[in-house]
Structures are given as C-alpha cells and as structure tokens.
C-alpha cells in the first residue's frame, strides 16, 4: 500500500489528522500554554465577572464584560493554533546533493577497489545576491540543499525553516516564514488579555471598596480571586509584554530573532531593512506563500538506475552534461577493457615470435606466456590519481597512450593518459 509523505517524514514533527495538522516534536508544551490561558480566564469569568453583571445600568450593560473575555480567549486560542499547527515554511529535502556543484579534486583521492578515486569536493557555501548585495549561504547536509537567505534549519524540528526566527517551546513549533505573523498577533493579543484582566479584577477590588466603605486590604479578602488574578496577570505581562516590545523592534528593523542574537555584535549591513513602514507592511500586509510540502501526497521514491556507458556518436553532449560520478566510473571500465584488450594483443605477439623462430630458436622460458597470460593481475593500473576529471571539457582531451593503441584494435573518441605524459 502505497505510503503518504507525512508517512515516511525525516523531519521530527508529528502529524495528526492524516497529515493535514503539523506539530513540532515538543507538542506536548501546547498543554500547559492551553492551560495557562483558559484556566485563569474561567477564575475570571466565574469569580470575578459573575459579579459585575449588574453593576453597570441601563439593561445590565455589566454582560459585555464576560462576552469580551470569551471572545478574546477564543481569538488567542485560534492564533495559537494557527502558530503551532501549520508548515512554519518547511523547505523539502533532496533526496541527493545538487549535482551541478559537484567538483572533483585530483589531490584528494581515496581508494576503492584497490583503486585510487578522485576525491568529491563539494563547496560548504556559494553567495547569492540580495538588494544588489552578495550574501552567503551555507550548504546543509542533513537537508542536502544550499539554505536560501535567512534560512536556518532547526536542530529540535530537524527542518530547514525559512526566514527562520526561532523553535518557541510554548508553541511547540517552530517560527518562521509562514507563521511568524500569527506568532507576534498571539503574544500580543496576549499581552492585551492580560492587560485587560488585571484591569477589570482592579476595577471589581474598587467596587467592593465603594460597596462595604471599606480600605482595599478588606476588599482584597472579600475577592482573593482578583488578588491572584491579578498578580498573575502583573507577572504574564512583563513576559509577553516584553516578547511583544522585542518583536516589535525586530519587524520595525526587519530582523529575525536568531539573527539578532547572532549578528548583533558584528557590524555587517542589513540587506533586509526596507524602512519601518516598509518592514512592517512585509509582515502584515503580504500574502502568507503556501507551503512548499503537499503532506497528504502519495510518496513517491525514486528509482536509482545504473548509469550506462555512452557511445562515442553521444559523448561530445554527455560530456557536457552528464553526471560527472558516472563518467569516473565510465572511464575506469573503458581503461580496464583497454588493458585487457592490450595484454591479448601481447599474448598473440609472443605466439608468432614463438613460431617464427621455428625449431632453431632458442627455448624460452614458458613462465613469459605465463606471465602475460597473468598480466591480468600484475599489469600496473591506471590509477585515477594520475588523471583528471573531464568535468567542464570537452570529449577527447584524454588522450591514449600510443604503446596502447600500437597493440589495440580499438577506435574510442574518449581515451586515456598514462602516468608518463601526464609528468611530461
């Protein structure tokens, strides 16, 4: 049966509702936010809004309070979901490196088979331009993907996160690009509830003074409900409050978190700043990208077929584009056959000289037709350490060796050079 993206993920996130709901792997955390919202707003409803109803006149004008709570608790609830349970700007993952940046080094080579291979050199980083700015990004191995700018991947998440600004614990995901506005609208509207809160459990401690003529430390007894409500509230405010003042600094001079943190001491240029209204118009006002990740699609895996020797009416195109792996491994089967097509040529000579001479020759030592006959295994090999990768040529700058073709019957347009005319 065939299996769905979400299904064979590498990433740490879970899934629920077949795929359609994506949670970091810390999504438990979203428990305790859950109740560190509700549970102080229903002591609010029940202990100190309950007693407010018919305090305000005309037709008990006092119900507006509890309906704004309500309302408020559920539009911070639907921001905290729509922060945690959607792709942050998730970048897929290649199933192998880009291959257009492979290099080959001749210096670094490494043995396989008894042979040695020219090493694969793999740039860690390239610049892109940015705002007519050259920027560096960084190669990663996990994602096997050069990041875009302002990418980072997320060692909790294990993703590559665009625009990534940081894993929150409290949300259980991480921020990014696609859910960084309704990040900074849930802490700030949580900023508000608190500040509304605190407010309305002031304002109850006053009424109870106004009622019993008495001082505030006999209204606090008579509602210890507002003494903690409030106390919370003062404690949750410079929390989110604080989050909301920073993030409002970092959109105003669009930064991310994680690179406010780690650029702050460096004086490099923000390429990103486009003006405060500018910047809070990119956070606000554009349109949310959609995600790259199609988690309900059936997962397809790739089929890795085994690269085949082209023949000499394609080299010249294959050259030029083909994958420069399987052209090593292309050349050395083409070097091996011309050894082996050597050695019989060599065979064949000695047979002839052999008759040739007749009964007058001199005997020779059979162990030479033994000896080519083995050559097989004592012939030297071309190593790969002596040559280097066609990458960026064109076909036919290997050139044969001329004592091969002498003893070759064989016509390739791609051939190889030998240790000697490569030190000449």
């Given amino acids: 049966m065939a299996k769905r993206v979400f299904e064979v993920w590498k990433g740490s996130n879970k899934f629920i509702l077949g795929g359609r709901l994506i949670f970091g792997p810390d999504a438990r955390s979203l428990i305790v936010t859950l109740l560190l919202i509700i549970v102080p707003v229903i002591i609010f409803c029940v202990f100190v809004v309950r007693h407010l109803r ?3 006149s005309p037709d008990n004008a006092g119900y507006a309070i509890l309906v704004v709570a309500i309302i408020f608790t559920i539009y911070v609830l639907a921001l905290l979901f729509l922060t945690s349970a959607r792709d942050p700007g998730i970048i897929p993952r290649n199933s192998h490196p880009p291959e257009e940046e492979f290099r080959y080094d001749p210096s670094v080579s490494i043995e396989v088979g008894g042979r040695q291979t020219p090493s694969l050199q793999f740039p860690r980083t390239k610049e892109v331009m940015v705002n007519g700015i050259p920027v560096r990004v960084k190669y990663c191995d996990t994602c096997m993907l050069y990041r875009p700018p ?3 991947h997320c060692s909790i998440c294990n993703n590559c996160v665009e625009r990534f600004d940081h894993h929150c614990p409290w949300v259980g995901q991480c921020i990014g690009l696609r859910n960084y506005r309704y990040f900074f609208m849930f802490v700030s509207s949580s900023t508000l509830l608190c500040i509304y809160v605190f407010s309305i459990s002031a304002l109850y401690i006053k009424v109870l003074m106004d009622d019993y003529q008495s001082t505030v ?3 606090m007894k008579e509602s210890p409900a507002s003494v903690i409500l409030m106390a919370y ?18 959109i105003g001079t669009n930064q991310t978190t994680y690179e406010n943190f780690r650029y702050r001491a460096d004086s490099r240029i923000n390429v990103y700043n486009l003006g405060c209204f500018d910047n809070f118009l990119e956070v606000f006002c554009t349109k949310v990208k959609p995600s790259r990740n199609n988690f309900r699609a059936f997962f397809e895996e790739e089929v890795q077929q085994r690269p085949t020797l082209p023949s000499t009416q394609e080299t010249d195109v294959e050259d030029s584009v083909g994958d420069p792996r399987s052209k090593v491994e292309d050349d050395l089967d083409i070097g091996e056959d011309i050894l082996k097509i050597s050695q019989r040529r060599n065979v064949e000579e000695i047979d002839e000289d052999i008759c040739s001479r007749g009964s007058n020759a001199p005997p020779r030592n059979t162990s030479e037709v033994d000896s080519a006959l083995s050559s097989d295994h004592r012939a030297p090999t071309i190593r ?5 990768s066609s990458w960026g040529r064109r076909s036919g700058s290997w050139e044969i060796a001329p004592e091969i073709l002498a003893n070759s019957t064989v016509t390739e347009s791609r051939a190889y050079t030998t240790p000697k005319e490569l030190n000449q």
């Fill in 54 to 56: 018919h305090e305000f």
């Fill in 217 to 219: 430390w006999k209204a």
């Fill in 150 to 152: 302002r990418c980072s």
């Fill in 384 to 388: 790969s350490d002596t040559r280097h």
């Fill in 233 to 250: 509230s003062f404690i949750s405010l410079w929390f989110v409050g604080g989050l909301t003042g920073f993030h409002l600094y970092l």
